[in-house]
């Protein structure tokens, strides 16, 4: 077992209807290392950070068997940051502010000993460094999975393209796979992304679950349904954690397995979204993951009675 | 075996992105009885037209034992017209026209024979007339039905929680849903809504599927992920005539029974979407229901593989 993770590392300050959070560790590396982490051990992330970025975070990091060798740090300069609002709907959310900072000089440099890892989750980043990552690689990894956002859709489509080609599963919300594939039908664009070569294509709907598509196959998974969301960020990146941590541990990759890991990212995004960033994710274990497991089944659970 | 369904039925003008149909059979009643026929025997419609309603489909009606004694014909008006058009994405729609006509003389009138039906289905209609059939029945029905729109929310509602009242199963869109009980978490909305009066209630998603929610016990059903929606005119309508007509035949109100009836009106709004008004309604049997029943079963089931 071995995962690979690229992705940035950030200070977010959050806005929601319950409350705000000031420059709290965030980032799609950290949502997914963190949520992967209750799965697999061999985990090492590929990112970088300022001088503002907390110690402690790091430690924590390691406590989780999580490898940051391949985290570089530029002492004099400061992470990315990212300030964002949520509407109260919680759906939707304005960004206020975003530095980039360190990202601007981002090389992403995969350590010798990580380059044949066995798994690599490419992060919502620039194509470009998502490549970068794949082209550093000593052998195909057994599974690559990626994520990315409208911004680079809209921007480097071209980019994109490439890495959605190398790419085994694709993990993309219903409307970025709308703008991608440039059709409302979500069936159609899964469709379309498949061809473009992925194996699997994921598509998440936030509150009403997500999709998971294979050449002649399709899984609707559920969504918890919840009270209240606290705070959204990062449940993207933490389903995608929990979907390739899944999948490093089990080395399995038939669809069964895929259900699986689409169901076990859906539990770790369902614990994420209720707390403050990735403070949820800090304080699980398998017995509450396996928990929440069973009542997604339950949820979905119907056994045919009468009349035909 | 008796099921009572009382709404409108019309004559449609649908415009979609495939095309237009003009002046087709609609209406409430319309396609809550033509479902509900596929699963139960003994149906009767309340409701009015006017003389220009085509005589073909009266006896099309009759024809799936849907008793017309409480089907009031006004020789001398017009049937409730509506003239509607479908964005490209299906999901939002701009009415050009409606037309009251006979609706506005109508004072529902349960035949006598009918007053002692076991199920009651209460389809899309000002609320008072909703009150005025369940004041005319003879006893308490085994299990009432309803189904409601905005409109009634925003302007009768103290007579719509009335009916509310008084109902076993509110079906109810999640936009409705959600300014009915003023909260943007349908869980919330719900619980709000169950407070009410009714035992359970099925919140319609479109594509997203449904959720059946009852006191402590909810379930998440898939909607089938179609390619291509032709024409969701009646979808709605469909759903709730599955769900009762499935209801009349089991006679069974137990969670796995209203599963299945949630299932069932799945798969008879699946089938609705894929031609003009109920065109498709018309033309289907036991085994293409029982077909996509299978399909809806093994798109969201899965089965536990390690890791824990």
Redesign the interface.
Same mark, same amino acid.
Request: aromatic share 18%; net charge negative; hydrophobic share 45%.
């Given at each position: 077992m071995s995962l690979l993770v690229v992705g940035s590392v950030a200070l977010d300050t959050i806005e929601t209807p319950f409350g705000k959070a000031e420059r709290i560790v965030g980032g799609a590396a950290t949502y997914i290392a963190l949520a992967a982490s209750y799965?697999t051990k061999n985990i090492a992330i590929v990112s970088i950070i300022g001088g503002d970025f907390p110690k402690e975070m790091l430690e924590t990091f390691k406590k989780k068997n999580i490898d940051l060798s391949g985290l570089e740090i530029l002492p004099q300069e400061k992470s990315f940051f990212w300030h964002g609002r949520y509407h !109260?709907?919680?759906n939707t959310r304005d960004t206020l502010e975003t530095q980039l900072n360190v990202l601007t000089k981002f090389q992403p440099k995969v350590p010798e000993q990580h380059r044949k890892a066995e798994h690599v989750m490419l992060g919502n980043l620039d194509p470009k460094i998502q490549m970068a990552v794949l082209e550093q690689m000593k052998q195909r990894p057994k599974w690559i999975v990626m994520d990315t956002m409208n911004y680079w859709i809209e921007n480097t489509l071209e980019d994109l393209e490439k890495v959605i080609a190398q790419t085994d599963v694709l993990i993309i919300n219903d409307e970025e796979a709308r703008m991608l594939a440039q059709t &409302? /039908?979500?069936?159609?664009a899964a469709r379309w992304i498949l061809e473009k070569g992925p194996k699997y294509v994921v598509i998440k709907?936030g509150?009403?679950?997500a !999709?998971l598509f294979g050449k002649d196959k +399709? *899984? +609707? #998974?559920? #969504?918890l349904? !919840?009270?209240?969301v606290f705070d959204p960020t990062g449940a993207g990146d933490t389903f995608a954690g929990g979907f390739i941590g899944?999948l490093d #541990? +089990?080395q399995?990759y038939d669809f069964?397995?895929l259900?699986?890991a689409v169901?076990y990212g859906t539990v770790m995004a369902s614990y994420c979204v209720e707390a403050f960033g990735p403070e949820k994710l800090l304080q699980l274990n398998?017995n509450a993951?396996?928990e929440r &497991?069973q009542i997604l /089944?339950d !949820?979905?659970r *119907?056994?045919? +009675? &009468?009349?035909?």
């Open positions: 799965f !109260l709907d919680m &409302y /039908s979500l069936t159609k709907k509150e009403h679950g !999709l +399709v *899984f +609707v #998974a559920p #969504a349904p !919840l009270e209240e899944y #541990a +089990v399995n069964e397995h259900k699986n169901i398998q993951i396996q &497991y /089944s !949820l979905v *119907f056994d045919h +009675v &009468y009349p035909f």
